[in-house]
């Protein structure tokens, strides 16, 4: 696992509300405390569409279910697992970009529970401060294990840096394939849905935009 700051989860929630982009959810609810309510409701869910508990095959399966709902799929409800962000003074005045490509993520399709897999682009222009450039996988990471709209959580991971990095100088691209377009409705496979978000610099800065857009068209 990785280290945690549920404080700065708390304060990083308040600016999501604050910026109305806060997913729709009762957060700090998905934990060990509901594992066998997550457990039986899952049970309850596999036999109404008929599956026999009793086989060994699947007699396990919803504490299977449960175990990777609250570890693996769904920890960013909590934000007690909002993860630890070491920060050091930009001692060396670096104040050009930083540009990270192809940060991958999993994550659910808030719509249809179905899996949503890409990749986040991500840019901030330091002031007073330098991240470990891990760090940014992090937010990203966090953000993604929770039920989603990409629209939505390419703006989560925006407004969340920027408070971070205490500037306006954030830039992001998601470029994300979405399981349910290509195994329901029209089970196209091969789409890919980009989204985008500038801030500061970066929003007025079109060859900015460019190194961006040209990251996420390699
Ligand atoms: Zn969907």
Known sequence: MYSKDPELGLIIHKHLMDKQVESPAFFNKLNSNNFALIEQKV???LEVIGMDLSDASVADTP??????????????LDYNNFPKMTTNPNNYAYHRGVFSEAISFNSTCEHHMVAISGHAYLAYIPKDK????????????FFAKRPQVQERVTRQIFYALQKILSTEDIAIGIKAKHHCIAIRGVRHDDTKNMTVEFGGQFASNQQLQTVIYNMMNP
Do not use: M, Q
């Open 63 to 76: 504490k299977r279910t449960a175990k990777f709902f609250i570890n693996d799929l769904f920890y960013g």
């Open 130 to 141: 330098i991240i470990g450039l891990s760090k940014l996988n992090r937010v990203v990471d």
């Open 43 to 45: 049970a309850e869910l």
